[in-house]
């Protein structure tokens, strides 16, 4: 699938600069992109470095499992076959935490983590599972109580209310999500167990 | 409410910057050393992204450069009509699940041209908020488990989007006219 989007993309991107005759924006345009990808990677170096440093001190201190005690009872009914003492759980809930909290790059980490411990029970490894994709239906739909960065453009911008759309671009979220993990119900019960 | 929301984001950080070591060291471990271990993992990790974000971001830019986007749009363009969607907002809902900076940089640029309180910026603002850069998300949580079979993964999130965005059109008129 990857193979076919990411070929989509770039050579899709390449023809249509020869067809609108800006072929010689086709390499300074791949160039950028690339550049964007290093400079946002030593970012999320930093980022990652004390993150993970903090995650390890929050796991050894035994933290992670009290905070993830709070949120846990949201999550279960959506992993009804993940055992109740499995290790993806503390990770997965501290992202559902952050994320909701709007604090989408300290969710990063946690859902890194917690895919590897879901991944550790892969049958079939380098073939997504069931939870794996339940997962991220949570992450790709933004369900967040706080959409910091909009915010700051509406106020830099002028604008009389702001925060005005907090509310709508919340309910918007949930009706994708809501979407998602019903799709993701119903491709999981028709592709079988896995 | 929302001032209460605020001052929580901007409070819960530092809040836990400082209650995660001292419990750690409250519950007897050694902070130095662990914090170093994690941080080492974090930085490996780091190093695992940058191909897949290399390939991912060179790609999505060249699309969007050589006008590959713009066929994608006009290609749409009688369905927006259809449902009256603004012509203005619609490439947000393709530059958004691909890239988190562009589609912001998009946001920032419809607000500024056309007003933060007027309906194009207004229904700009919500659907950036309420959508998610779904291949991004997918590459970075699959190429931490080097997964590249998806299965319906990709579907699922596009899926997510999709509706969102309609309901962030939706919610803007219920909202505001």
């Given at each position: 699938?990857?193979?076919?989007?990411?070929?989509?993309?770039?050579?899709?991107?390449?023809?249509?600069?020869?067809?609108?005759?800006?072929?010689?924006?086709?390499?300074?345009?791949?160039?950028?992109?690339?550049?964007?990808?290093?400079?946002?990677?030593?970012?999320?170096?930093?980022?990652?470095?004390?993150w993970?440093?903090?995650?390890?001190?929050?796991?050894?201190?035994?933290?992670?499992?009290?905070?993830?005690?709070?949120?846990?009872?949201l999550?279960?009914?959506?992993?009804?076959?993940?055992?109740?003492?499995?290790?993806?759980?503390?990770?997965?809930?501290?992202?559902?935490?952050?994320?909701?909290?709007?604090?989408?790059?300290?969710?990063?980490?946690?859902?890194?983590?917690?895919?590897?411990?879901?991944?550790e029970?892969?049958?079939?490894?380098?073939?997504?599972?069931?939870?794996m994709?339940?997962?991220?239906?949570?992450?790709?739909?933004?369900?967040?109580?706080?959409?910091?960065m909009?915010?700051?453009?509406?106020?830099?911008?002028?604008?009389?209310?702001?925060?005005?759309?907090?509310?709508?671009?919340?309910?918007?979220?949930?009706?994708?999500?809501?979407?998602?993990?019903?799709?993701?119900?119903?491709?999981?019960?028709?592709?079988?167990?896995? | 409410?929302?001032?209460?929301?605020?001052?929580?984001?901007?409070?819960?950080?530092?809040l836990?910057?400082l209650?995660?070591?001292?419990?750690?060291?409250?519950?007897?471990?050694?902070?130095?050393?662990?914090?170093?271990?994690?941080?080492?993992?974090?930085?490996?990790?780091?190093?695992?992204?940058?191909?897949?974000?290399?390939?991912?971001?060179?790609?999505?830019?060249?699309?969007?450069?050589?006008?590959?986007?713009?066929?994608?749009?006009?290609?749409?363009?009688?369905?927006?009509?259809?449902?009256?969607?603004?012509?203005?907002?619609?490439?947000?809902?393709?530059?958004?699940?691909?890239?988190?900076?562009?589609?912001?940089?998009?946001?920032?640029?419809?607000?500024?041209?056309?007003?933060?309180?007027?309906?194009?910026?207004?229904?700009?603002?919500?659907?950036?908020?309420?959508?998610?850069?779904?291949?991004?998300?997918?590459?970075?949580?699959?190429?931490?488990?080097?997964?590249?079979?998806?299965?319906?993964?990709?579907?699922?999130?596009?899926?997510?989007?999709?509706?969102?965005?309609a309901?962030?059109?939706?919610?803007?008129?219920?909202?505001?006219?």
């Open positions: 699938m990857m193979n076919a989007i990411w070929l989509f993309l770039f050579c899709g991107g390449i023809l249509a600069a020869v067809v609108t005759d800006r072929t010689a924006l086709i390499f300074p345009s791949v160039l950028a992109g690339a550049s964007d990808a290093v400079e946002l990677c030593i970012g999320l170096a930093a980022f990652l470095g004390i993970c440093g903090m995650l390890r001190l929050a796991e050894c201190s035994g933290l992670m499992i009290k905070v993830s005690r709070l949120v846990a009872p999550l279960r009914p959506l992993f009804p076959d993940l055992p109740k003492n499995h290790r993806a759980w503390a990770p997965m809930i501290m992202n559902v935490s952050s994320n909701l909290l709007g604090l989408g790059n300290a969710a990063t980490p946690f859902g890194i983590k917690a895919m590897k411990a879901l991944d029970d892969n049958k079939e490894k380098g073939t997504a599972t069931k939870e994709i339940t997962f991220l239906a949570l992450n790709t739909s933004a369900v967040s109580l706080f959409p910091g909009i915010l700051g453009f509406r106020a830099e911008a002028g604008s009389i209310e702001p925060t005005a759309i907090i509310i709508p671009s919340l309910l918007a979220s949930l009706c994708g999500l809501t979407a998602s993990l019903l799709t993701a119900k119903i491709l999981a019960k028709w592709g079988g167990k896995r | 409410m929302i001032a209460v929301l605020s001052a929580l984001s901007v409070f819960i950080v530092p836990l910057l209650t995660i070591p001292v419990y750690a060291f409250y519950r007897g471990v050694s902070v130095y050393d662990e914090f170093i271990d994690g941080a080492r993992e974090g930085l490996m990790l780091c190093l695992r992204l940058l191909p897949v974000l290399i390939a991912m971001m060179a790609a999505t830019s060249v699309f969007i450069d050589g006008g590959g986007m713009n066929f994608l749009v006009r290609f749409f363009s009688p369905l927006c009509d259809l449902f009256g969607l603004p012509r203005e907002v619609f490439p947000l809902a393709f530059i958004r699940p691909l890239s988190g900076t562009g589609s912001l940089g998009f946001t920032s640029q419809l607000i500024h041209a056309y007003g933060p309180d007027s309906l194009i910026g207004r229904f700009a603002s919500v659907a950036q908020g309420s959508t998610e850069t779904t291949f991004y998300v997918l590459s970075i949580y699959f190429g931490a488990v080097a997964v590249r079979r998806f299965r319906y993964a990709l579907f699922v999130g596009l899926i997510g989007d999709t509706v969102a965005f309901a962030a059109f939706i919610l803007t008129k219920v909202f505001f006219y």
